[in-house]
C-alpha cells in the first residue's frame, strides 16, 4: 500500500498558511512554538483557510490530560471539515496517544477507562466523533520511538536536520521490523519529511517519504516537483486495524470506483454516523451512499452480485421495521440525495430527493405558501414514507402524501431507470404508492403541493378517567369534525395513584382564529383538560420538531402493530384500554386518517385502506405479549398501514394489502423483480407462472 | 447603591454545542455583527456533547473581526495555567486584543475527576485557582526579568520562561458564589463572573457578592473598582412584562440598568442561542441601558 505523494508547508502566520493554500499544498503545519501556542495558532489558521490538512507539528502532551487533547482534536477536525492530523510530542506519549485514540474512538460503547503508569482516565465519557479519521503522527529517532512508531502510528515524521539519509534508512527498517512484529503492513505508517528548500524530484524520490513539509522564509512553488505528484497512490487506504473487522462474504474490494471514496465499512470513524437507524442499533457490514441516480445503479449492481447478504434501503432511517439497516450486510444509504427543488411555480410542482427530511421539505416549500402533509415528525425521511402512504397533521383535508405524487423516478433491479407516472410506466406509478419498497428504489419524487396558510395546532392533556369512553367520545368529534381537522390521541397505560389523562394533539388547517376555535370547542369539550396551549403557527412551526445535526443512535428491537379502523366503538375502546392496562404496549396512539383520504378510489394506489378514519398504533418491547394482547383486537380493524408494523410475516401483507390489491402487486412483482431483490421490508412474493 | 462605573458591556452566553458542528461559531458571527461586545462559552469538558471551549473560541474568533471572546468559564482543574496564559496571549495577539480570560474552580467535580484530573474540595479548589492567577499574570509579565517559579501547592513551575504577553491589558474574569472565592477575586483578579439562575435570592443577592470583594480589595490595597461585575442573565422577550427580564426590550433595559446603578453590574450576558433574541439584546435592550445609566451617572 503506497500513499499519495504529499507536501505541507510550515507556517506561522495566516498570510503564510493561505499562500501555502493558493499554492497548491496539501498541509498546512504549524512548528512547535517557543513562545506562544501552537494548538491556538493552528485552530486560528484553520479559520481562516478552507481546504489544506492542518497539523502542530510538535505539539507537547504535556499540556493537558490526554483525554482533553482528544477532545480539543475533535473539536477541530469538526470545524475545519475534517482537516486535522494529529502529531503527538512529549513524555509517555504511548499512552498519551491510547487514550486520545479511545476518547476518539466514540463508536465504541461505554466509558474509556485506561489505567497507564503514568495516565490515568477513570471513565471519560467518548466523543466528539471526529469528522475523519484523525491520523496520529509520532517522532523521535531513538530506538525506542521508532519501534513505537511503527507499532502505533498512522505516520512517523523527523526533521532532516536532526536526521540525515543513512540514519533515515535504518529508522524505516526499525520501523518496518516493528510494524511487521505488531502483524502491520510497514507500508501504511506514513513517512514524512521536514525538508528545507532547494531539493529537488530525485533527492526527495531518494528519501523514500511520502510527505514533505517544506519550511523556508518564502513558500517556494510547487512546479519543481509535480512531476512526483503526478504518480500519486490510491487516494482511499484503510489500515490493517480498520480491514480487520470487515465481514465475511463481502466483496470490499469489488465496490464500484464512484461509490469507494463514500463508502462507510465497520472500522471506519463514519461507521457511528451510519450504522443505527432512528428506532434501532445495526452493524450491517457496509454502506454503500450514493449521491446520484448513476450511483444507486452502480449500487444495485454490487447488491445484486451479493444474493445471500441481507439488504437494506435507506433514506433518512425512520423506518419502524428496522429493515434500512441490518447485522453483517448491505445497506444502500440514500442520505446524500437530498435536494429539493421548485419544478414549476405555476403548478406547484416540486422535486424531492428520497434523503430529504420533510420538516426540510416544509421549510423549503414554505416561502411559497405551500405545504405538504406527511406525518406528524419533522425528521421522518421522503423515501421512507412517501413509497408507503403519509399520514400526516393535514390528512383529513388533503390526504395521504402519496396522493399528491405526481411522478417518481426509480431505479428497478435490474439497474434500469424509469419514471412513473399517471401516464409512464403506470403500473409501478400504482404500485409504488402504497407498496414502493418491493418495486425498487425511488430517487427522486415529484409532488403536486397545495397552499398552506398559518394553522391552528392545539395540544391538550385531558383527563380519562373513563379511557374507553374517552376514546368513543374523542372518535365521534373527529368524525364529526371538518375536514380542516386532523390530529391524534396519545395514551400511556395507568399508572398507579396518578390521574389518567389523554395527550389530544389537533392541527386545524385554517388561518383565522375564530374558526380554529370553533372546530376545536367540539374535541376540547369531551373532557376536562388538564393542559391546553394552542397556537397559530406556520405548517413549519408544526412539523419542525426534529434536531439537526447528529445521527442516528437508535438500540433495541421496538415492536409495534398497526391497524386500521372504521369507527372507535365502544367495543373496540373497551379492548383497546384493557390492553393498555395490561401494561403489554408503552402508549396507544390513534391517528386520524379519513377525509380526503378516502376521496381516493381503492382501487386507485395500491395504498387501498381508504374507508378507514382512523390509523392506531401500539407500541411495546415484548413481541409476544404485544402480540398475544393485540389479537383481541384484531376483529376490529380492517387493514393496516405498513410503516407502523413490524411483524415482517407473510399475514400483516394479506392485511396491508386487500385481495386484489395483493393480487395486482404480485404480477407486478413477476414483473419488476423478478428475482426478489427487493425483499427486506415486508416481501411481496412473485406470482408464481 | 454602588455603581463602580466602569463602561458598560452586553454580551452572549452561547453553548458550545458539538451538534450542528458550527452552530456555536455561527451564533458569534450573529453576536459580532449585531454589536454586542462579548461572545462567551461555557466549558465542560467531560461532556463530549460540546466542543472543546478553547479550540471553539479560537476558531470563533477567526470568524469574527470585531467582538471579544471569553470562555464563561473555563473549568481550571483541567485546564493548566501556563498553557492557559500562553493560549490566551497567542490568541490576543493574533486578534488584536479580543481576548478575555473567564475562569472557574471547577465544579462538576465526578466529571473532571472522570477525565483523569485530581478532585479538590471547594476550598483547595479555592486556593489552586490563587496559585493559577499568579502562575497567569507571571507568564504574561514578559518584561521582566528571569523565568517564572511558582512553588505553589497546587501547581509548581520552575524555570518556565516568560511570555508572550497578551495584546492589551487582558482582564481574568472569575466564575464566583461563595465568599472565599469572591475575597480572593477581591484580592486578585479583574471581574466576577455569576450566573442570576445560580443566585437563589434573585439578582438582589449581588449586594453580598459586592460586599465580600469590596472589603477583600480593601484590605489588599486595591481599589475595588479595579474589578468588574458581570453576569450571566438569561431571560425571555414576550409582548407584556410578566416577571423580572420577561417583557419587552424597554422593560429588560429598565431592570438591567437598575442592575448598573443598584449593584455596579457593569457587563450583561445573555445566555441564549437564539439569534433573533441575541439581536433583539443586542439592538433594543443595550442602547436603551446605556442611555438610561449614562442619564443616571450625568
Ligand atoms: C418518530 C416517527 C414518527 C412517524 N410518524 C409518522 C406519521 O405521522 N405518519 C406516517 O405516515 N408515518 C410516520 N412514521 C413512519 C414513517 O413514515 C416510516 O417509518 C418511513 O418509512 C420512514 O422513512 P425514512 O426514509 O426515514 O425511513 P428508512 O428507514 O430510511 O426507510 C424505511 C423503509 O422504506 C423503504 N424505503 C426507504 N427509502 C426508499 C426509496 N427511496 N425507495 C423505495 N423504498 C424505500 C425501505 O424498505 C426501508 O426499509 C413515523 C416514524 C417515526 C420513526
Redesign the pocket.
Known amino acids: 500500500m503506497t500513499h499519495p505523494l504529499r507536501f505541507g508547508a510550515l507556517v506561522t502566520s495566516v498570510a503564510g498558511a493561505r499562500r501555502a493554500e493558493e499554492l497548491g499544498y496539501d498541509l498546512i503545519a504549524v512548528p512547535a512554538a517557543p513562545d506562544g501556542d501552537d494548538w491556538t495558532l493552528l485552530t486560528w489558521i484553520a479559520g481562516h483557510t478552507a481546504k489544506a490538512g492542518l497539523v502542530a507539528t510538535g505539539l507537547d502532551v504535556a499540556r493537558g490530560e490526554p483525554a482533553m487533547l482528544a477532545r480539543a482534536a475533535a473539536s477541530l477536525d469538526l470545524l475545519s471539515g475534517g482537516r486535522l492530523e494529529l502529531a503527538l510530542t512529549g513524555a509517555h506519549v504511548d499512552e498519551v496517544a491510547d487514550i486520545v485514540r479511545g476518547v476518539l474512538d466514540a463508536g465504541e460503547t461505554g466509558p474509556l477507562r485506561y489505567l497507564g503508569e503514568h495516565h490515568r482516565v477513570p471513565k471519560a465519557q467518548r466523543g466528539p466523533l471526529p469528522a475523519h479519521r484523525i491520523p496520529i503522527w509520532l517522532s523521535g529517532n531513538d530506538q525506542r520511538s521508532l519501534r513505537l512508531a511503527g507499532r502505533t502510528a498512522d505516520a512517523w515524521v523527523a526533521d532532516l536536520d536532526v536526521i540525515d539519509a543513512g540514519e533515515l534508512a535504518t529508522a524505516y527498517k526499525l520501523i518496518d521490523a516493528a510494524a511487521i512484529e505488531a502483524e502491520r503492513d510497514p507500508s501504511e505508517i506514513r513517512r514524512i519529511l521536514i525538508i528545507g528548500p532547494g531539493l529537488g524530484p530525485d533527492d526527495l524520490t531518494a528519501l523514500g517519504a511520502d510527505t514533505f513539509l517544506v519550511r523556508a522564509d518564502e513558500i517556494p512553488e510547487l512546479t519543481a516537483w509535480e512531476t512526483l505528484r503526478d504518480a500519486a497512490g490510491p487516494p482511499i487506504f484503510r489500515p490493517s486495524s480498520v480491514r480487520a473487522k470487515r465481514r465475511p462474504g463481502i466483496d470490499y474490494d469489488g465496490v464500484p470506483a464512484s461509490l469507494a471514496g463514500t463508502a462507510v465499512e465497520p472500522g471506519d470513524l463514519d461507521y457511528a454516523r451510519v450504522r443505527s437507524?432512528?428506532?434501532r442499533g445495526g452493524a450491517p457490514g457496509l454502506v454503500l451512499r450514493p449521491r446520484t441516480t448513476a450511483e444507486v445503479v452502480n449500487a444495485l449492481a454490487f447488491v445484486r452480485r451479493h444474493p445471500e447478504l441481507p439488504f437494506?434501503?435507506?433514506?433518512?432511517?425512520?423506518?419502524?421495521?428496522?429493515?434500512?439497516?441490518n447485522d453483517g450486510g448491505l445497506v444502500v444509504?440514500?442520505a446524500a440525495?437530498n435536494t429539493i427543488e421548485v419544478l414549476d411555480e405555476s403548478r406547484r410542482l416540486i422535486k424531492v430527493g428520497?434523503?430529504a427530511?420533510w420538516m426540510d421539505v416544509a421549510q423549503a416549500i414554505a416561502p411559497y405558501g405551500w405545504g405538504l402533509s406527511?406525518?406528524?415528525?419533522g425528521?421522518?425521511?421522503?423515501?421512507?414514507?412517501?413509497?408507503?402512504?403519509?399520514?400526516?397533521?393535514l390528512a383529513r383535508k388533503h390526504g395521504?402524501?402519496i396522493d399528491h405524487l405526481h411522478a417518481a423516478e426509480?431505479v428497478l433491479a435490474d439497474g434500469s431507470v424509469v419514471r412513473a407516472s399517471a401516464t409512464e410506466n403506470t403500473d409501478l406509478f400504482w404500485a409504488?404508492r402504497g407498496a414502493?419498497?418491493?418495486?425498487?428504489?425511488?430517487?427522486s419524487f415529484e409532488f403536486e403541493v397545495y397552499d398552506v396558510g398559518n394553522v391552528g395546532f392545539a395540544q391538550l392533556v385531558m383527563a380519562a378517567d373513563d379511557p374507553a369512553e374517552l376514546l368513543v367520545k374523542w372518535g365521534r368529534a373527529i368524525e364529526e369534525s371538518p375536514r380542516d381537522v386532523s390530529g391524534?390521541l396519545l395514551m400511556g397505560p395507568p399508572r398507579p395513584g396518578q390521574p389518567a389523562f389523554a395527550q389530544v394533539m389537533a392541527v386545524v388547517d385554517n388561518d383565522d382564529p375564530e374558526t380554529i376555535v370553533e372546530q376545536l370547542q367540539p374535541i376540547a369539550a369531551i373532557a376536562p383538560l388538564y393542559q391546553q396551549n394552542v397556537v397559530l403557527t406556520p405548517y413549519t412551526g408544526v412539523i419542525s420538531n426534529a434536531a439537526d445535526g447528529g445521527y442516528h443512535q437508535g438500540a433495541g428491537e421496538p415492536i409495534s402493530r398497526s391497524g386500521l379502523i372504521e369507527h372507535l366503538t365502544p367495543e373496540f375502546a373497551r379492548a383497546a384500554m384493557n390492553l393498555l392496562a395490561s401494561g403489554a404496549v408503552h402508549w396507544f396512539q390513534i391517528?386520524t386518517v379519513g377525509g380526503a383520504v378516502a376521496d381516493v378510489a381503492p382501487s386507485e394506489t395500491a395504498y387501498a385502506h381508504r374507508s378507514a378514519n382512523f390509523?392506531v398504533i401500539v407500541m411495546g418491547s415484548s413481541q409476544r405479549r404485544v402480540d398475544a394482547g393485540w389479537a383481541a383486537l384484531a376483529e376490529h380493524f380492517d387493514g393496516l398501514?405498513l410503516?407502523?408494523e413490524t411483524d415482517l410475516s407473510p399475514a400483516r401483507i394479506e392485511e396491508a394489502f386487500p385481495p386484489a390489491t395483493l393480487a395486482r402487486l404480485r404480477e407486478l412483482k413477476h414483473r419488476y423483480d423478478p428475482d426478489n431483490l427487493?425483499r427486506?421490508?415486508?416481501n411481496i412474493k412473485a406470482a408464481k407462472r | 447603591m454602588t455603581d463602580y462605573g466602569h463602561e458598560l458591556l452586553f454580551g452572549a452566553f452561547i453553548t458550545p454545542t458539538a451538534q450542528p458542528v458550527h452552530q456555536a461559531v455561527e451564533l458569534a458571527v450573529v453576536a459580532d455583527r449585531a454589536g454586542l461586545d462579548l461572545a462567551t462559552f461555557q466549558d465542560h469538558p467531560y461532556l463530549p456533547r460540546f466542543h472543546d471551549t478553547w479550540t471553539l473560541i479560537s476558531y470563533a474568533a477567526a470568524r469574527t473581526s470585531r467582538i471579544r471572546l471569553s470562555g464563561n468559564v473555563l473549568s481550571l482543574p483541567l485546564r493548566q495555567p501556563a498553557v492557559l496564559a500562553r493560549s490566551h496571549a497567542s490568541l490576543d495577539r493574533l486578534t488584536g486584543g479580543r481576548i478575555e480570560l473567564g475562569l472557574g474552580a471547577g465544579a462538576f467535580w465526578d466529571g473532571i475527576e472522570a477525565m483523569g484530573a485530581r478532585r479538590l474540595s471547594p476550598g483547595q479548589a479555592v486556593s489552586a485557582l490563587g496559585e493559577a492567577i499568579r502562575v497567569i499574570r507571571a507568564v504574561w509579565d514578559a518584561e521582566r526579568a528571569g523565568p517564572v517559579t511558582v512553588h505553589g501547592e497546587y501547581y509548581q513551575v520552575e524555570g518556565l520562561k516568560r511570555g508572550p504577553a497578551p495584546a492589551h491589558d487582558m482582564s481574568i474574569w472569575v466564575g464566583a458564589y461563595k465568599p472565599r472565592m469572591l475575597r480572593l477575586i477581591g484580592r486578585a483578579a479583574d471581574g466576577v463572573l455569576p450566573s442570576l439562575s445560580y443566585l437563589e435570592g434573585g439578582p438582589g443577592d449581588y449586594a453580598t457578592i459586592n460586599q465580600h470583594i469590596d472589603d477583600s480589595a480593601r484590605e489588599a490595597g486595591r481599589d475595588p473598582g479595579q474589578v468588574r461585575r458581570l453576569l450571566n442573565i438569561n431571560g425571555t422577550f414576550s409582548e407584556f412584562g410578566r416577571s423580572f427580564l420577561n417583557g419587552p426590550a424597554e422593560q429588560w433595559a429598565e431592570e438591567l440598568a437598575g442592575l448598573t446603578l443598584e449593584h455596579g453590574i457593569s457587563a450583561f450576558i445573555l445566555a441564549s442561542d437564539d439569534p433573533s433574541a441575541i439581536e433583539e439584546f443586542a439592538a433594543e435592550v443595550a442602547p436603551a441601558v446605556r442611555e438610561l445609566v449614562a442619564a443616571e451617572r450625568a
Open positions: 437507524t432512528y428506532m437494506g434501503l435507506r433514506s433518512a432511517g425512520h423506518g419502524m421495521s428496522g429493515r434500512s439497516t444509504s440514500l440525495m428520497p434523503g427530511r406527511s406525518g406528524d415528525y425528521g421522518v425521511g421522503v423515501g421512507g414514507l412517501a413509497t408507503a402512504g403519509g399520514v400526516g397533521w395521504l402524501t426509480i409504488v414502493g419498497a418491493n418495486f425498487g428504489v425511488v430517487t391524534q391517528r390509523s398501514y410503516s407502523f427487493f427486506d421490508n415486508f
